[in-house]
């Protein structure tokens, strides 16, 4: 059935836009799962059942497979079975009625409002990378951009007179996000000077770049915060994610809605976004906990 893999990554390339590490991840799972059919010696689609599956993820937790991965590999399944019958390839779905592992969900990490401030005060404007610098993470706090998203923004993608960037999601989806005036206020000084000299006279239409014009990465850009996070006397180790997660949570601590914070950040379900409405209902407690007289 490894013809059967290949036609659906094939699927997954041109129809869903999934970036190459997704990809990779489903076809590591798939791979997986096609080998133990194989070793329960099932060469047709049509003859796989629920107690295959059954099976198979039994091995992955006898494996050590955490809940939560369990989870994702339980879904690249659905996804597979779904394509399967779609493509009239089979005329079932063995995975229909299996439910996924329950998942504790692990609330997100988050800066508090005093480490965000340090941190945004730690680049040297003065210079062209320290310019660059603070423009990108007063822009990734401001907006709650995934690092994905912040390196492969565009001149054009940004507007500034109207006060909006336009952010290229997951599986190529667009949304327009606000962005604050004080994140427009570095990105006008970053690209009054700072960017010509990083140019050095070549072109390019990416709106943030290194020297001589050269494509930025989320990798360089999580070694840049965590440099600017030690600079600033933030002792824990910091991610690009983490200021989206602070941008998240600080907005919701401040009053936002969750329909409003899910459109901002990109979420296709509002379940995934209610997370941080954990996050905010221990603020609120503590808040209580230190005002309230009889707390």
Do not use: C
Not at 70 to 91: C, G, Y
Request: aromatic share 6%; glycine share 6%.
């Amino acid at each position: 059935m490894r013809h059967l893999l290949d036609a659906f990554i094939g699927f997954l390339r041109a129809e869903r836009g999934l970036s190459a590490k997704s990809i990779e991840a489903y076809g590591q799972d798939l791979d997986s799962y096609l080998r133990d059919l194989e070793r329960m010696r099932i060469e047709d689609p049509h003859r796989i059942t629920r107690a295959h599956l059954d099976r198979h993820l039994s091995t992955l937790a006898r494996r050590g497979l955490s809940k939560r991965s369990q989870a994702r590999h339980l879904s690249t399944l659905r996804s597979f079975h779904r394509f399967l019958v779609a493509e009239k390839l089979t005329s079932h779905d063995p995975s229909e009625e299996l439910a996924p592992p329950k998942v504790v969900p692990k609330l997100p990490v988050f800066l508090t409002h005093q480490e965000v401030e340090a941190l945004l005060a730690a680049p040297d404007a003065r210079t062209a990378l320290g310019a660059r610098d603070l423009a990108m993470l007063r822009l990734l706090y401001a907006t709650g951009l995934r690092v994905s998203e912040l390196v492969r923004l565009s001149i054009n993608d940004l507007n500034l007179q109207a006060g909006y960037l336009v952010a290229t999601g997951k599986g190529r989806k667009q949304r327009l996000v606000p962005v604050g005036e004080l994140a427009a206020a570095s990105i006008r000084q970053y690209l009054g000077s700072a960017r010509s000299v990083l140019l050095k006279g070549r072109a390019s239409t990416a709106l943030f770049v290194g020297r001589g014009a050269r494509t930025l990465t989320r990798q360089g850009f999580w070694k840049l915060i965590n440099g600017y996070a030690r600079k600033s006397g933030i002792r824990r180790r910091i991610s690009p994610h983490k200021l989206r997660h602070s941008f998240a949570t600080h907005l919701l601590e401040g009053g936002a809605d969750l329909r409003s914070v899910q459109a901002m950040l990109g979420h296709a379900d509002l379940s995934t976004t209610q997370i941080y409405t954990h996050l905010d209902r221990r603020h609120l407690h503590s808040i209580y906990d230190r005002y309230h007289p009889r707390s």
